[in-house]
Nanobody, 123 residues
Framework: QVQLVESGGGLVQAGGSLRLSCAAS????????MGWFRQAPGKEREFVAG????????YYADSVNGRFTISRDNAKDTVYLQMNSLKPEDTAVYYC????????????????WGQGTQVTVSS
């Protein structure tokens, strides 16, 4: 099974930007549709964004549409989440995952998950 590692999280002021990265070990990510999810303290995990294996299709949660951009560089075997205009409500642990089947927005569609990277947005 592919092992995923997220990076790029940190502390940022509201209105700022961060770029998260998701890399793999053990297997290439190039064959996989990918997704980003997040989980805030005391809340359920929620879908943020998804991208097809080719990068030709992208999907976003309404809460981040227009502010976040998911992309991938298959030559570097890395998936990115560019987050702009960050808000305090974006504070969460962010996870990347490989999609097997089913809706991009459903966590059950994914099998391999990273350990997560913390994003904290101060007001």
């Amino acid at each position: 099974q592919v092992q995923l590692v997220e990076s790029g999280g940190g502390l940022v002021q509201a209105g700022g930007s961060l770029r998260l990265s998701c890399a793999a070990s053990g297997r290439t990510l190039r064959r996989y549709d990918m997704g980003w999810f997040r989980q805030a303290p005391g809340k359920e995990r929620e879908f943020v964004a998804g991208i097809s294996w080719s990068g030709g299709s992208t999907y976003y949660a309404d809460s981040v549409n227009g502010r976040f951009t998911i992309s991938r560089d298959n030559a570097k075997d890395t998936v990115y989440l560019q987050m702009n205009s960050l808000k305090p409500e974006d504070t969460a642990v962010y996870y990347c995952a490989t999609r097997q089947r089913g809706p991009y927005s459903s966590g059950s569609s994914y099998d391999a998950w990273g350990q997560g990277t913390q994003v904290t947005v101060s007001s």
